[in-house]
């Protein structure tokens, strides 16, 4: 089962403009990652957000987190043509540490930049 | 920097033959994964394993079975291909207990069955 589900499924936007992506999951966690995905390619770690943490900061990237909503945003600033991928959210459930190493991921969204 | 690399990035299969997807990784990580991802599902883990020699069931076993002879290296077997079993196969690793559970990935295999 998928914990984390992104929103929107596909996004396109212009080429400057920022693109804002949408993670829900259901459980309550230890951290939240964002990774990145270029077509037919592997998964890239973005940026990693712990419980504790409500806002982070990577370049032109900003995550946001909201446990009491179970809800997270990611946040690309200035796009560029280059940031065509796919984006997923993945969250590390705050279980037992023979399952602390395993995290699940959502099913993503892409992103299309039109130059 | 991490690598994890992996045996294919292509490779087409009959129906019934026994297929190995090979993955190794170079920085001495505890942890390895296998997921498998297609179209609107997402990535949907099949095994992974904590140490070698050591394996757990994920989310799809079924129709496959996994090998870890090697710290570095983590094998995934289709027993006997099916065509539901044409995917992207990606494979990855990381380093237990330090709370940050960042997964490296390989550049994946995309396995045709025919």
């Known amino acids: 089962s998928q914990q984390g589900e992104e929103d929107p499924q596909a996004l396109s936007i212009q080429e400057g403009e920022n693109a804002t992506m949408n993670c829900s999951y259901k459980?309550?966690?230890?951290?939240l990652q964002w990774y990145r995905q270029n077509s037919g390619r592997g998964l890239v770690h973005l940026i990693l957000i712990r419980s504790n943490e409500r806002e982070k900061h990577s370049g032109r990237l900003r995550v946001t987190l909201d446990t009491s909503k179970k809800s997270s945003s990611l946040l690309i600033t200035a796009s560029r043509a280059a940031d065509t991928a796919s984006y997923f959210c993945a969250t590390a459930p705050s279980r037992g540490y023979s399952s602390a190493s395993k995290i699940i991921f959502g099913s993503g969204t892409r992103l299309s930049i039109r130059p | 920097d991490v690598k994890v690399t992996q045996s294919s990035r292509y490779l087409v299969k009959r129906t019934g033959e026994k297929v190995f997807l090979e993955c190794v990784q170079d920085?001495?990580?505890?942890?390895m994964f296998w997921y498998r991802q297609d179209p609107g599902l997402g990535l949907r883990l099949i095994y992974f394993?904590?140490?070698?020699?050591?394996?757990e069931k994920g989310d799809i076993p079924e129709g496959y079975s996994v090998s870890r002879e090697k710290k570095e290296r983590f094998s995934l077997i289709l027993e006997s291909a099916s065509t539901n079993q044409t995917s992207m196969y990606l494979c990855?690793?990381?380093?237990?207990?330090?709370?940050?559970?960042?997964?490296?990935f390989g550049p994946g295999t995309r396995l045709t069955v025919l």
């Open positions: 459980t309550s966690i230890n951290n």
């Open positions: 990855a690793s990381s380093i237990p207990g330090r709370g940050t559970d960042t997964q490296y």
């Open positions: 394993s904590y140490d070698v020699k050591m394996k």
């Open positions: 920085m001495d990580h505890e942890n």
